[in-house]
């Protein structure tokens, strides 16, 4: 599941926001990290175009319990509230999205992260954009921490609380 989910959030960052990735210099380059922005404007799966070739194609591969919950139940209707509780009514669609950030195990810890993120801070600096992105997972939030995000006060946006 969790290849899927990638694989759909890259198609849809393809289609409607910015994907960019980091190579080794290798005779044979392989891509080592890759970060999913959505630029002010636009969103995951905001188009017809994301939804038929990147959310429509994850959704398949659910249980149809798992689609429900996914559209009615939970975690959509929760995942926006939350989103706006966090920021305010509207203000996601007026940031740089982080929507993925991902570095192959065998090549973290050498500022690759922190370069795929580097190339918009620069962009949304210009235009003094903020920059968002959500997370869950205590390690993840300690990684954005170190790039320069700043922590919501506890339960603002919480899955859990909205």
Not at 1 to 10: G, W
Not at 145 to 153: D, H, I
Request: net charge negative; proline share 5%; charged share 20%.
């Amino acid at each position: 599941l969790a290849a899927i989910l990638c694989r759909s959030t890259a198609v849809s960052g393809l289609l409607g926001g910015e994907v960019y990735v980091a190579e080794t210099t290798d005779p044979v380059p392989k891509i080592v990290g890759c970060a999913v922005w959505f630029g002010p404007g636009r969103a995951l799966y905001d188009s017809e175009d994301q939804v038929q070739l990147a959310l429509r194609p994850l959704l398949a591969s659910f249980t149809e319990e798992l689609q429900q919950w996914w559209d009615d139940v939970c975690f959509h209707p929760k995942y926006l509230a939350c989103i706006t509780a966090a920021l305010g009514e509207g203000e996601a669609l007026h940031s740089w999205r982080l929507q993925t950030l991902a570095v192959d195990p065998q090549y973290q810890r050498q500022h690759i992260g922190t370069s795929l993120v580097n190339a918009v801070i620069k962009r949304a600096e210009i235009t003094k954009t903020p920059l968002c992105v959500d997370c869950s997972e205590e390690t993840n939030v300690e990684v954005y921490r170190r790039l320069g995000f700043e922590l919501m006060p506890k339960g603002t946006g919480d899955l859990n609380t909205c």
